[in-house]
């Protein structure tokens, strides 16, 4: 499983897409999740709040990603033990992890609310300032974009989280192609 996380507007559904594209020309067997989920019950309810529709203790919120999660969590096994396939996934269990944390809840909480979902085994995490992710998504920004103090310190629980070996850092203000191309070399190495 490999996992692309950071601040909204870095670049992670441009990136995971591409690595999974990359994947696929190179006949590797691999699927693609992004989170949210908004085709879902809960993922309505997540779109919902985000687009200032309904309100919810931070708890509630952080508890629905999850359950987002937890929809996929028997598909997500099957393809990763059953079928041997690697699995993008643009956002995962660390993005609510991270975001639970700069919304001032406890880490080991929010750990154990995500603790049941199959582990990423690699995480590319897109380092952006909230000026470049306001640069890159000027409008229909939802609650979260809307606010930089908010996502610096999303950005500083990210940093925290960085686990050597697991993590790789990306800076995420060059090209798409130039991101690509090094993701793309870190995952041939991975493989291998």
Known sequence: MIAFEGIDASGKNTQSRMLYEWLKSKKILSEFLSFPDYSTAIGHEISAFLSGKREYPKEARHILYAANRYEHKEQIENWVRGENKIVVINRYSDSNIAYGVANGLSLQWLKAIESQMPQADYVFLLKATPE???????????IYETDPSFLNRVSEVYDALVEKGRWFSIEADRSVETIHYEISRFTEELIR
């Open 132 to 142: 470049l992710s306001k640069a890159r998504k000027r409008k229909d920004r939802d």
